[in-house]
C-alpha cells in the first residue's frame, strides 16, 4: 500500500484540529474510504453544531486534489508513495 499524505484545509481543518495525516492507500477510492471512516463522524459532529444538514458523506461536499490534479478528472486513480491529497468544502458561486 501507498503512502499518502492527506492535508485538510479551510474548514475541515478548523473542525478535526488537524492539519494533514498519513495514511495507507492503494486508490484515491480506498483513501476516501477510510478519511471517511476516520473523520467523517467528528466533521459532521461540529458542522452540525452549526445547525447544518447532511444528506451525503462528507467527501461529496468536498474538492480533493491529488497532487494538484482534480480527483473527477483523474484518469488513473491509483496512488503512489508521497501522494498528496488535498481536501476543502466545495464553496458554490459563480
Keep these: 500500500m501507498a503512502k499518502v499524505t492527506v492535508r485538510f484545509n479551510g474548514i475541515w481543518r478548523l473542525y478535526l484540529g488537524i492539519d494533514s495525516v498519513v495514511i495507507a492507500a492503494d486508490t484515491v477510492d480506498e483513501a476516501l474510504a477510510k478519511i ?8 459532521k459532529e461540529e458542522w452540525q453544531k452549526k445547525g447544518r444538514k447532511f444528506t451525503r458523506n462528507i467527501i461529496k461536499y468536498s474538492y480533493i486534489t491529488v497532487n494538484r490534479k482534480d480527483v ?8 503512489k508513495d508521497n501522494d498528496i491529497i488535498d481536501i476543502l468544502l466545495a464553496v458554490p458561486g459563480g
Excluded: M
Aim: no cysteine; aromatic share 12%.
Design 36 to 43: 471517511e471512516q476516520n473523520y467523517g463522524k467528528k466533521f
Design 72 to 79: 473527477r478528472r483523474l484518469e488513473d486513480r491509483s496512488l
